[in-house]
C-alpha cells in the first residue's frame, strides 16, 4: 500500500487565487516526520518544510501554511495568493520513526498558477 | 559551487553503453542517495550511502552500480540499460541517513534516455 497519497494530480489556478495541495499518510510508526518539496521546472527538489508527528501546530511561512492533522492522517499545503512562480510540482514525503532516514513520496500535484 | 550538482545534465546511451552519472554534494554532509524519477510514479528510492557505506539497495538491478569514493561524492555506473530506464535520476544528501529527521538537499538530476 502507498504510504503517501497525493490525489490531485494536477491543479491549475488563476493568479492571486488560494490553492490547497492534500497529503494523506499511512504509517503504524508514532513517530515520524512529514515533508513537503517543490520541484521546478529545473528539476531539483527544493525543501519547504518538515513536521514531526507529535507536534500537531500548523504552521505559516509567509504565503505558505500547513495544515497537519493526525485524526485524518493529513498534512495539507495551502498557497495564499498564488503567483506564477508557484507553478511547479509538489511532493509530500513520510520518512518514518525506525533510525533510518528513507523518504516515502507520493506521486506530486503539478501546480499550474496561470497570469 | 553550493549544494548539490550533478554532471551530466541530460544523457542519451544506448542498450549496450556504459556510461557514469556523477553527484558531488559542498554541503558537508553524511549521507547519499540515489533516487530514480519516472512519470506518474513515485521517487523510487534506489541507493543509500552513510559515511560511504552503503546502507540501502533497494532491489536495484545490477545494471546499476553505485560508487561512493567519499562523503561528497557518488556516482552511478550504468552498463547494458533498457529503454524502461529512461528517466530522471536524482541524486541527493543529508547530514546522516541514520535518523528519519533529517531533511534530504537534492540535486537537478540527470534527464537518462536509453534508446
Known amino acids: 500500500a502507498q504510504k503517501v497519497t497525493q490525489a490531485q494530480t494536477e491543479i491549475s489556478v488563476v493568479e492571486k487565487e488560494d490553492v490547497t495541495l492534500d497529503c494523506v499518510y499511512e504509517t503504524r510508526d508514532t513517530t515520524y516526520y512529514l515533508f513537503w518539496y517543490k520541484q521546478p521546472p529545473s528539476g531539483e527538489l527544493v525543501f519547504l518544510i518538515r513536521?514531526?508527528?507529535?507536534?500537531?501546530q500548523n504552521e505559516i511561512s509567509g504565503r505558505y501554511s500547513w495544515n497537519f492533522q493526525k485524526s485524518t492522517s493529513s498534512f495539507n499545503f495551502t498557497i495564499t495568493a498564488s503567483q506564477v512562480v508557484d507553478s511547479a510540482v509538489y511532493f509530500c514525503?513520510?520518512?518514518?520513526?525506525?533510525?533510518?532516514?528513507?523518504?516515502?513520496f507520493g506521486t506530486g500535484t503539478r501546480l499550474t498558477v496561470i497570469p | 559551487e553550493t549544494g548539490v550538482t550533478q554532471t551530466p545534465r541530460h544523457l542519451v546511451m544506448g542498450m549496450t553503453n556504459k556510461k557514469s552519472l556523477k553527484c558531488e554534494q559542498h554541503?558537508?554532509?553524511?549521507?547519499m542517495y540515489w533516487y530514480k524519477q519516472s512519470a506518474k510514479k513515485p521517487l523510487e528510492l534506489m541507493f543509500v550511502?552513510?559515511?560511504?557505506?552503503?546502507?540501502e539497495n533497494n532491489s536495484v538491478p545490477s545494471r546499476f552500480s553505485p560508487e561512493c569514493p567519499n562523503s561528497s561524492h557518488l556516482f552511478l555506473h550504468l552498463h547494458t540499460l533498457q529503454p524502461e530506464d529512461s528517466a530522471l535520476y536524482l541524486c541527493a544528501s543529508s547530514r546522516g541517513a541514520q535518523s528519519s529527521y533529517n531533511e534530504q538537499f537534492f540535486g537537478p538530476g540527470t534527464r537518462l534516455t536509453v534508446l
Open positions: 550511502y552513510n559515511f560511504k557505506e552503503q546502507t
Open positions: 513536521r514531526n508527528s507529535f507536534d500537531e
Open positions: 514525503a513520510l520518512s518514518e520513526g525506525g533510525g533510518a532516514n528513507n523518504l516515502f
Open positions: 554541503l558537508g554532509h553524511n549521507a
